[in-house]
């Protein structure tokens, strides 16, 4: 006669490769905290104005506003470095909720028209407003990255069978189109309103001070609590739309909220640093060769290897130009991409 | 008693029949779309600053006409017209074909860097060596094949299969946005929004000079690609059961991407990156021919279509001038969206 001895009922279905590799996941978390850390530090000490690491932990700790070093420790560097990991898990949490919920590696943030929804906006808070400081466009671009994902997502739900991952694809796509075009004719015609936007255009972490910081730095933080509670809806998403219904999933309710999570990241990094691409697109993806596919993993390892490439970016574009500065946006494609395409040489890319 | 494999009986005719069909209704819609493309144009012609009588325009164009009426047809708007009519049909073919490769409704021309490396290297001409009208578009053609070389030569790995190729595609899109940025930036405001002209697709500067290598090109290139088109039916089956019905994967999955590149190249360097023309036109032609399959000649007719309302609409309905690539989405968009709304059968080709 035999008896089943009750075991672990989770030992009998090892699906993630057992303790051993939730162990290693854990300590390269760790790890890129620890990274994300030292770059933070890099990040004040590193710039066109040389500073020690010794002033760094002096400024922060025994603020001096006598001192200059501390000065620009306090005024530039440490705003910049905290916006920089904010926007930075920001655009790598919503590009891998967005390629989530849109079961489409494709896909990045920027797909329900955040973008170009703030662009709009900007542009037309520029021309009508004559708004012309980092400060003013904040609220103008967030409204607009709201309205756009409103709208595509709308127009998406339309139909039986809701906003289906293609449909909000093809949605968003449209309604980017047809606000860059607006956005183009107003720049072609007013050269005023160009000169302005053609530099916020261009993703940077310079010039924003600990006000603009403060303005978005609430939605960040609700954002990215609200996408990493999504890890096991993402799980669910990925099965496929039958299955998923199968298991209990309320499919309207998910994709609303992961689509929310997305908006209020991606609206809020785009509001303050203006648009950075390529971020919300790559990172999820080379978060998944680390961690596979589950969602409870890659999201957090997407937040936290995202602002390790912004922040590097940032580093470097302040030494390679000294005295001036290339910005973020421009440095972060031009060494992320070949690392990227070096990645995706190597190795077998994770499915979703 | 031998079992012949040649379909008989019903089925066969249903199947005939439903064939015939599909291919009936591909031809319908095939000829609904060239009729509006001659009423676009005659407007096009007619209609302009110096209005033009068709009978007019018809006499300039075979010779018959008088200089002044000659000059405004064959110079100015025959050109432009054409061009549109080529570049749209370019487009149309190129984002039909990277659609059905990729499966992936998402994919077109621009997505994978294409267009971007002719937009760098149109920009490095017009903001770093000053240069203008046809040398820009020769940068633009040589960067936008340059570009694919590069794609495929870092995605190439005993073949290019799944999702590598436009993964690459998109990172050398990203660096090559970046240099756009960078120069953009750095330059002249008034250099810059000219050069903000040429990314955006205009056919201001479209001349007989222009045209006459674009139309030999594509002369060249749009046959290829309505044969090798046969080949894309087999693709989307997958690359097991393609290669199990007799299609060579590897080559003509390269050949369809030499044939796309080629014709998203052309079109690029004569009218810039219109890139929401090659993204819509596919989806539309499915939506028109309501067939499961990929209609490439609609899809080009669309394509030709969307660039001469677009380009008409930037010209003379509004009260300032647009380019075309400006219209181009507020015409393609809309119309887009409305398909969606309506259509309740979303396959997963988009």
């Not at chain 1, 300590?27 to 040389?50: D, F, K, N, T």
């Not at chain 2, 240069?131 to 020769?138: A, I, P, R």
Request: some cysteine; overall charge positive.
């Amino acid at each position: 006669m035999t008896t089943l001895t009750a075991a672990r009922p989770e030992a009998a279905i090892d699906r993630t490769g057992g303790a051993g590799r939730r162990r290693a996941l854990i300590a390269g978390l760790v790890a890129a905290l620890g990274v994300v850390a030292i770059l933070c530090l890099l990040s004040m000490a590193v710039g066109a104005r040389p500073i020690p690491i010794a002033s760094v932990w002096e400024a922060l700790f025994h603020y001096d506003p006598a001192n200059t070093d501390h000065l620009v420790i306090v005024e530039l560097r440490l705003p910049r470095t905290i916006l920089g990991v904010l926007v930075g898990a920001a655009l790598g949490l919503a590009g891998a909720v967005m390629q989530g919920v849109t079961r489409n590696p494709l896909a990045d943030p920027g797909i329900l028209g955040v973008n170009s929804g703030a662009a709009l906006f900007v542009v037309f808070a520029i021309t009508f407003v004559g708004a012309d400081s980092i400060l003013s466009y904040v609220w103008f671009a967030f409204a607009g990255a709201a309205l756009a994902a409103v709208v595509v997502y709308s127009i998406a739900s339309l139909g039986r069978d809701g906003a289906t991952p293609v449909k909000l694809a093809l949605a968003g796509a449209a309604l980017t189109a047809l606000f860059s075009a607006v956005t183009t004719a107003f720049l072609l015609l007013n050269q005023a309103t160009f000169d302005q936007f053609r530099f916020w255009q261009v993703g940077a972490l310079a010039g924003r001070d600990l006000a603009v910081v403060g303005q978005i730095a609430p939605f960040l933080v609700i954002g990215t609590v609200l996408s990493l509670c999504l890890g096991r809806v993402l799980n669910t998403l990925s099965l496929g739309e039958d299955v998923a219904r199968g298991l209990g999933a309320n499919l309207k309710i998910s994709r609303g909220l992961a689509t929310v999570a997305v908006v209020i990241l991606c609206g809020a990094a785009t509001a303050a640093a203006g648009p950075i691409g390529f971020i919300g697109l790559t990172i999820p993806h080379i978060a998944r060769l680390i961690t596979g596919p589950d969602y409870r993993w890659s999201l957090p390892y997407s937040m936290l290897l995202a602002p390790i490439l912004l922040l590097s970016a940032d580093i470097i574009g302040r030494v390679i130009a000294r005295p001036g500065e290339v910005q973020v946006a421009i440095v972060t494609a031009a060494i992320g991409a070949p690392v990227f395409i070096a990645l995706v040489r190597r190795r077998k890319l994770a499915e979703l | 008693m031998t079992a012949t494999l040649a379909p008989t009986g019903l089925g066969a005719a249903t199947v005939r029949g439903n064939r015939l069909q599909l291919r009936r209704r591909v031809t319908l819609v095939s000829g609904a779309l060239v009729i509006g493309l001659v009423v676009m144009f005659g407007l096009s012609m007619a209609i302009g600053d110096f209005p033009i009588s068709l009978g007019e325009v018809l006499a300039s164009l075979t010779g018959r006409g008088e200089a002044a009426t000659d000059f405004i047809v064959l110079e100015l708007r025959l050109p432009r017209v054409l061009t549109g009519m080529v570049v749209g049909i370019c487009f149309g073919l190129s984002g039909a074909i990277f659609q059905s490769m990729m499966r992936n409704p998402l994919a077109s021309p621009d997505i994978i860097g294409i267009t971007h490396g002719a937009s760098a290297s149109a920009v490095i001409a017009i903001l770093m060596l000053g240069l203008s009208g046809f040398m820009v578009s020769l940068f633009a053609f040589v960067g936008a094949l340059l570009a694919a070389i590069l794609m495929y030569a870092l995605s190439w790995r005993q073949g290019v299969a799944g999702y590598r190729l436009v993964l690459v595609g998109i990172g050398v899109a990203a660096v090559l946005t970046s240099v756009i940025n960078y120069l953009m930036t750095r330059a002249d405001v008034l250099d810059a929004q000219g050069a903000l002209l040429w990314l955006t697709g205009s056919l201001n500067g479209a001349t007989t000079a222009k045209m006459v290598p674009l139309l030999a090109l594509v002369a060249v290139l749009v046959p290829l690609t309505l044969l090798a088109g046969v080949w894309l039916s087999g693709l989307q089956l997958g690359d097991d059961a393609a290669m199990s019905l007799g299609v060579r994967v590897e080559r003509s999955r390269l050949l369809l991407i030499l044939f796309g590149v080629g014709l998203a190249s052309v079109a690029t360097a004569a009218a810039g990156p219109i890139g929401f023309v090659a993204f819509v036109s596919g989806p539309i032609a499915r939506r028109l021919t309501q067939g499961t399959g990929i209609a490439l000649v609609p899809a080009g007719l669309v394509g030709a279509l969307v660039v001469c309302v677009a380009d008409f609409a930037g010209q003379h309905l509004l009260p300032v001038s647009l380019p075309v690539g400006v219209l181009t989405a507020a015409v393609g968009a809309p119309y887009l969206l409305y398909l969606l709304i309506v259509s309740n059968r979303i396959g997963s080709g988009g």
